[in-house]
């Protein structure tokens, strides 16, 4: 089974500060992603990741940034947090090619005070 | 960014009723997902389906690849307590974005 996890499930931190969610797949997938799901607004994609050292901006990049060293991990950075990132942020992975269905992690409920 | 119409926005049924729920989008798709997401959790992906007119069980689950291709219907039988939550379904067009809908609320009345 395809496991992605993400290092924290809760998560509260004060404006301005840095903050860093981490996203582990165990599938040796190509693809990786961030989202974050805001009740009607559903899931946006902030970045994604096609390869090591490679992103690219999804949607809603402004204010984020990423990070991958190495194929199996992907890190969201929140430079300096503010209120309005206040979320639920999901990592998910995916092969390059057909059959490149999307798996997601348990999700980060961050909480910016 | 877009979001994929999904329909009905949110369902009450009876156990042991059968549900049914449909998506659409004014794109075509060469890849339909559906996933389940509980409260406080991630999605999970419950069917694939790769070509038009493709219909795919798991289990009490079952969904198709609209002919057209810019639509897909699941549906559930025999709904239990357990099949609460929310329903999204994923378009994929060609490139690595999937486009998600705005999701289907299952409640069930024991």
């Known amino acids: 089974d395809v496991k992605v996890t993400q290092s924290s499930r809760y998560l509260v931190k004060r404006t301005g500060e840095k903050v860093f969610l981490e996203c582990v797949q165990d599938m040796d997938h190509e693809n990786m992603f961030w989202y974050r799901q805001d009740p009607g607004l559903g899931l946006r994609l902030i970045y994604f990741s096609y390869d090591v050292k490679m992103k690219e901006k999804g949607d809603i990049p402004e204010g984020y940034s990423v990070s991958r060293e190495k194929k199996e991990r992907f890190s969201l950075i929140l430079e300096s947090a503010s209120t309005n990132q206040t979320s639920m942020y999901l990592c998910?992975?995916?092969?390059?090619?057909?059959?490149?269905?999307?798996?997601f992690g348990p999700g980060t409920r961050l909480t910016v005070l | 960014g877009q979001q994929l119409n999904q329909s009905p926005q949110s369902m009450f049924i009876q156990e042991g009723e059968d549900v049914s729920m449909n998506c659409t989008s004014s794109s075509i798709f060469n890849t339909w997902l559906w996933y389940k997401q509980d409260p406080g959790e991630g999605p999970v992906l419950l069917i694939a389906l790769y070509k038009a007119g493709e219909l795919t069980s798991n289990g009490r689950l079952t969904a198709q690849f609209g002919i057209t291709r810019k639509d897909s219907f699941l549906n559930i039988s025999a709904s239990i307590p357990s099949d609460v939550g929310i329903y999204f379904c994923a378009g994929q067009g060609g490139t690595y974005k999937y486009i998600f809908g705005t999701g289907t609320r299952l409640k069930v009345l024991a």
């Open positions: 998910a992975s995916s092969y390059r090619g057909r059959g490149n269905e999307q798996f």
